[in-house]
């Protein structure tokens, strides 16, 4: 398997600081792994493994523990999001009208795979399933814009207006 490409961490003093905040709330919680690791990703935006092993080492819960939970779980991210996250629909009716062929020339262009976060934090991407947008398909999102009736020669105007 690659190994994905990140930015490197570069959590801060506040950013640990308010993580034992949230693992001093919860250390008489039974089962306070999920609740734990939901607040910490609000607070880092994903679950870096630096992250992960602050956890571990805190709440006193193995590290292998913590990595098959935040693995098995989608809501849980390894990666960070760039500043424009690109979400494309990979859905029955995308898919059918060339969602794949945009998602595979977004993964060349932006010199990623699905999941990661380019090396200067601008753009992460990421495949979905069925935004509820089937009538403009094929469909991304970039953040909170959408983008309908695409091509892959879209692509290209599409990045650049987040340039």
């Known amino acids: 398997m690659a190994k994905k490409t990140t930015v490197p961490f570069n ?3 506040e950013q640990e600081a308010k993580l034992y905040e949230i693992i001093d709330a919860h250390k008489d919680d039974p089962g306070a792994l999920m609740p734990v690791l939901q607040q910490a990703q609000e607070v880092y935006g994903y679950l870096p493994i630096e992250v992960q092993k602050m956890i571990s080492d805190k709440m006193g819960i193995p590290l292998e523990k913590i990595y098959g939970v935040v693995t098995f779980y989608a809501q849980f ?6 500043k424009y996250n690109i ?3 990979l859905g029955t009716a995308c898919y059918v009208k060339g969602s794949g062929d945009i998602y595979d ?3 060349e262009v932006l010199k990623i795979s ?3 976060c380019t090396a ?3 753009f992460s ?3 979905c399933r069925c935004i509820g947008a089937c009538g403009l398909a094929p469909v991304l999102t970039v953040n909170e814009d959408v983008y309908g009736r695409l091509t892959v020669d879209d692509v290209a105007d599409i990045l650049a207006k987040y340039e």
Do not use: F
């Not at 991210?77 to 760039?82: D, E, I």
């Open 120 to 122: 200067d934090g601008k």
């Open 125 to 127: 991407l990421e495949a």
């Open 114 to 116: 699905g999941g990661e």
């Open 11 to 13: 959590g801060t003093a």
């Open 87 to 89: 979400s494309v629909c």
């Open 105 to 107: 020339k977004l993964q």
């Open 77 to 82: 991210s390894l990666y960070p999001k760039g």
